[in-house]
């Protein structure tokens, strides 16, 4: 069984950037296709990231394609999710998940089997 644990969220000012960070442990980061998720206040949950669990290729929400980088540590056993220039829009819980299936389409939540607790992500205006 795969645990994900989030860290990293704050209050941040609009501008300003922030890393989350994705610790994985009973399972190793580099065998998952792994994704990043948010959810704003009476919102659906909606996918910001992935990464590919073999060559790697990242995939991005238009939203936030060139402003957030999504990346993997293998020896921390950790994904990590790079905000810059951060919008208010931008505040929502972010979530980190995991996919049993190599092939898993990385954009879809559904898609995912182990997920994180969360962790809030803040942008002042």
């Known amino acids: 069984q795969v645990q994900l644990a989030e860290s990293g969220g704050g209050l941040v000012q609009a501008g300003g950037s922030r890393r989350l960070s994705c610790a994985a442990s009973?399972?190793?980061?580099?065998?998952?296709?792994m994704g990043w998720f948010r959810q704003a206040p009476a919102k659906e949950r909606e996918f910001v990231a992935g990464i590919a669990w073999a060559a790697g290729r990242t995939y991005y929400a238009d939203s936030v394609k060139g402003r957030f980088t999504i990346s993997r540590d293998n020896a921390k056993n950790t994904v990590y999710l790079q905000m810059n220039d951060l919008k208010p829009e931008d505040t929502a819980v972010y979530y980190c998940?995991?996919?049993?299936?190599?092939?898993?389409?990385?954009?879809?939540?559904?898609?995912?089997?182990?997920w994180g607790q969360g962790t809030q992500v803040t942008v002042s205006s």
């Open positions: 009973g399972g190793t980061v580099s065998a998952y296709p």
């Open positions: 998940a995991a996919a049993r299936n190599y092939l898993a389409s990385l954009t879809s939540q559904y898609e995912y089997n182990y």
